[in-house]
């Protein structure tokens, strides 16, 4: 099932994130306008969540064996890869982002987004999640039984989690958080349980999720010590509701705001390049005023739809005609 309401909420999330970006311009001192967008930092566990919803439900439409690997790894890198890069080279040709002090190989780490990179562009550090999530899932794409590695790996990045709020009121021992099972892939890991739920939530329950979950989110009261509970669970409420009310039929979502969502990637890596390297060029009385960093706001978001039309559709149509040749087999 294709989920509207997933576009409508990856796109909320880019733009959120975009806010928060651009309050860096505006004086705290003097207006309290940025305060609206100062959680926009919690959208990323949004997107993380949403990741491991989507994911698995794509994985798991495929047929276990290498053809399906090579099948999912292609959709997947084929939905990274070439908008980033392409932005990435833009960005580095016209001076909008700093390569200077770099490495040939700490270069191509964060050209490929090989784990452990240092991002040239600044919010593409959350890329590397998605790099970890699509290996374990190639693995079940390829063998069903090694989804018990995910379970594992689930189990735990809750327990270690767990004992990371629980610590300073115990004092107990942790267990050490790595990548591949701290507080975002945990994040992810409740995205993935969302797919095998969400079908089972019943319409009134969905609403009150929905409800909750929005408010949760939105309210500035924040522990600040566990993104999880700040904004984890409340975009995991989210999801389940909205997704389960599009099941339902009981949510209509334009075709605007869906195609603002495919656009939500581009937008998430092009406006801090775009929106600092315009308001580092013009008058400082522009630079600060509210109506003309709305407006770029609203520049940003236009040219992330036409990237999204003419660069990154194109290349998925592309692949998507692209079809392996079936391997002949010997008996």
Known sequence: MYFRSIQVLRFSAALYVTLFHITYWWNYN???????????????DLFFVISGFVIIQSACALKPGWASLVEFLKNRLGRIYPAYWLFLLLFIVTGMV???????????????????????????????????????????????????????????????????????????????????YNEFMLEIFIGAAIWLLYQKTPVWLAVGLSIIGLVWFFTPIKMHTSRLLDFGIPSAMLITGLTALEFHR???????LVLLGNASYSLYILHTPVISAVLKNINIQYATNKLVLLLMVVIVIILAVYSYLYIEKPILRWLKKYKQKPVEQKI
């Open 250 to 256: 009981k949510v209509n979502v334009p075709e605007e």
């Open 98 to 180: 700093d390569i200077s002090g770099r490495t040939w190989g700490g270069f191509l780490r964060a050209f490929f987004l090989i784990p452990g990179y240092k991002s040239i562009i600044i919010t593409t550090w959350t890329l590397r999640y998605e790099m970890y999530l699509y290996f374990l899932m190639a693995l079940v794409v390829m063998n069903r039984k090694l989804k018990y590695v995910l379970y594992f790996l689930f189990g735990l990045a809750l327990i270690a989690n767990i004992m990371k709020l629980l610590a300073p009121l115990l004092h107990t021992w942790q267990i050490p958080i790595y990548g591949l």
């Open 30 to 44: 003097e207006d309290s306008f940025p305060k609206l967008f100062q959680f926009g930092y919690g959208a990323v």
